[in-house]
């Protein structure tokens, strides 16, 4: 091979280099946001856990706990 040739095929290795390189990285971002985003919505659901359980105990259990009037 000649020097050219040799040259050509370095720059196009560092050119692909650079693109993985880059593609690495941005999937790096998008796996952190994703990371905060599901953190987030566990927060959520434990919340909302959370207050159901509160008002299932404020109104004596989960709906069709309470024996039904005795006019039924």
């Known amino acids: 091979m000649n020097p050219q040739s040799l040259q050509k095929r370095i720059e196009d290795l560092e050119v692909r280099l650079a693109h993985q390189e880059y593609t690495q990285e941005e999937q790096a971002r998008v796996q ?11 927060q959520q659901v434990q919340w909302l856990r959370d207050r159901l359980r509160e008002l299932e105990e404020r109104n004596g259990g989960p ?4 024996p039904p009037p005795p006019h039924y």
Request: glycine share 6%.
């Open 63 to 66: 709906e069709g706990a309470e």
């Open 32 to 42: 952190l946001a994703l990371q905060q985003a599901n953190s987030e919505l566990r």
